[in-house]
């Protein structure tokens, strides 16, 4: 189930699920409210983990989130940790542990093993290397030759939406206090999806489609965010179109693919992780993510001889949304917010670097 019992207090039963209340690896929120791994996609395991400075404060939430009259439970396992809790009440600086039942219970700090956090980032590096980054070459090549089928597409998605699940695990070994829904919602910020339509939304509509394709449909109230941006969201919502995956949505119209999958899945491929301590920067967002210009820097500056080619590439940017040609681009067909897309080029060429090349192309060129 994914819950380190000997660290559990009590255990509640909702359905399916089973609520647990155990020791956090953290001094200022010591509580954490969580809950079986046995079913995923459920409201519990949308919701959770949290993490509250108190029992009380834990409890009240979780009345709060699934409704009252939740019978809270000490499992036996419990007890050796409720005792151990108690006995360094008066050794811990800071520590106030009076007994299971009392409310204010505040636990002392306890880091993360590094065994647990080594583990979370081989897991993270393993699905990235042999599962993501196949799935995203597999993907680039299809989408390329327009030869995309809605099953692969699907088959993509659900690989993309887990993928929140191995981050999470080392940010979670790492101390970060976060539901998965709130990875997900700051995903495309933190770790540098681009695109000018969609800004900041990518992973937030993958991990929607992949819960759809669950559930046949997600209800917009839960989802309400999704919910007021994109109105009902289905396993329908994805369709085959000529060798593309259309996205139809209330008010948006696009290639999946190229607009949302793509992006993201080239978000967490190619990083040259070397050990631990690497994962968990690039978990905590601390990469530095140049900005990207699109422009190919495989051109000599200094060589005249490549000015001519240089100028056509400048010239000739793709489309920051789709990655494709001007001549190759269906934006103009594709609806996002209620709007007609268009042709967005991913860079614009300045004075300055067309005077320069200008001036080796041709030596008689004279600069404005």
């Excluded at 000018?196 to 669950?214: F, P, Q, T």
């Excluded at 699109?294 to 000599?300: E, S």
Aim: charged content about 25%; hydrophobic content about 40%; aromatic content about 8%.
């Amino acid at each position: 189930m994914g819950i380190v019992m000997n660290d559990v207090l009590f255990i509640a039963a909702i359905g399916r699920d089973a609520l647990f209340i155990r020791v956090a690896n953290r001094s200022d929120k010591p509580f954490t409210l969580d809950c079986n791994l046995d079913s995923r996609g459920s409201h519990a395991y949308l919701e959770l983990p949290r993490h509250y400075q108190t029992l009380r404060g834990a409890k009240s939430a979780a009345a709060k989130l699934f409704g009252g009259g939740l019978e809270w439970k000490a499992p036996e396992a419990a007890a050796g940790t409720i005792d151990r809790l108690a006995d360094n009440e008066s050794n811990a600086a800071g520590g106030v542990l009076s007994s299971a039942c009392n409310d204010s219970i505040e636990s002392p700090p306890v880091a993360p093993t590094n065994e647990v956090l080594n583990r979370a980032c081989e897991d993270f590096e393993h699905y990235i290397k042999y599962i993501l980054e196949p799935a995203k070459a597999d993907l680039e090549e299809k989408v390329r030759k327009n030869e995309i089928s809605l099953h692969q597409a699907f088959g993509a998605n659900l690989i993309l939406a887990h993928s929140v699940d191995y981050l999470q695990a080392v940010r979670a070994a790492d101390g970060i206090t976060e539901s998965r829904r709130e990875l997900v919602t700051t995903f495309d910020a933190m770790f540098s999806v681009p695109g000018a339509y969609l800004a900041n939304r990518k992973m937030e509509l993958v991990d929607g489609i992949n819960n759809a394709l669950k559930h046949i449909r997600i209800n917009p109230a839960r989802y309400k965010g999704l919910g007021d941006r994109y109105g009902q969201i289905s396993f329908q919502s994805l369709i085959e179109d000529d060798g593309r995956i259309l996205c139809h949505l209330d008010e948006y119209r696009f290639d999946y693919c190229r607009v949302v999958l793509l992006p993201a899945l080239k978000a967490l491929s190619s990083w040259d992780f070397e050990g631990p301590d690497d994962v968990v920067s690039f978990a905590r967002g601390e990469f530095t993510v140049a900005e990207s210009s699109w422009y190919p820097d495989i051109y000599d500056p200094d060589d005249p001889s490549t000015a001519i080619d240089q100028m056509i590439e400048l010239c000739n940017p793709p489309c920051i949304n789709c990655d494709q040609m001007h001549d190759d681009c269906l934006c103009e067909k594709y609806v996002f917010a209620g709007e007609s897309g268009r042709f967005e080029p991913a860079y614009s060429p300045s004075a300055g670097e067309i005077d320069e090349l200008m001036s080796h192309i041709s030596p008689s060129y004279s600069r404005s």
